[in-house]
């Protein structure tokens, strides 16, 4: 599995002119999955980004996560995740989950933010056409993949 994570002030996901998620402050999570991702990348993975600290303190450093600022997290399947760029100029996509695996694994995903967010999280429309705003802030970006955790 594999994540962009961004801090924003705010961000909301529209599909077919309709809101499907809105969060304040929080996280943006673009998430993307591939044929061999097991649930211990799910877990993994939620864990580390509801625990993330990239929230600033009263000094100014990034040493709060989304539970201790009580943000929000909205998740959006980014299947282009995985694309595959080295021959030619448009990229392939084989590497990502079919929606198949892909679905039963976002939706996994999402139950385990909720769970260690301890609420729900706000999500777009898997496999749909969306169209994400979001004010970034810092900017504060963070990649992250289940497959290589350091």
């Not at 998620?21 to 061999?36: D, T």
């Not at 877990?43 to 990034?62: H, N, P, Q, T, Y």
């Not at 694994?105 to 909720?114: A, D, G, K, Q, V």
């Amino acid at each position: 599995m594999r994540a962009i994570v961004q801090r924003v002030t705010k961000a909301r996901v529209v599909s077919n002119g309709k809101l499907t998620g809105e969060i304040g402050k929080g996280i943006l999570v673009l998430a993307g999955f591939e044929e061999g991702d097991t649930l211990q990348d799910l877990e993994w993975m939620a864990k580390k980004i509801v625990s993330l600290r990239v929230f600033s303190d009263e000094r100014g450093l990034m040493n709060l996560s989304a539970l201790d600022v009580n943000g929000g997290i909205l998740v959006v399947s980014q299947f282009t995740l995985f694309a595959s760029y080295k021959k030619g100029n448009r990229p392939s996509f084989t590497k990502a989950a079919k929606p198949e695996t892909a679905i039963p694994l976002y939706e996994n995903f999402i139950r385990n933010l909720s769970k260690y967010l301890g609420r729900e999280v706000a999500t777009g429309v898997f496999g749909a056409h969306m169209e994400v705003e979001l004010v970034n802030e810092g900017p504060v970006t963070v990649y992250m993949d289940s497959k290589n955790p350091e």
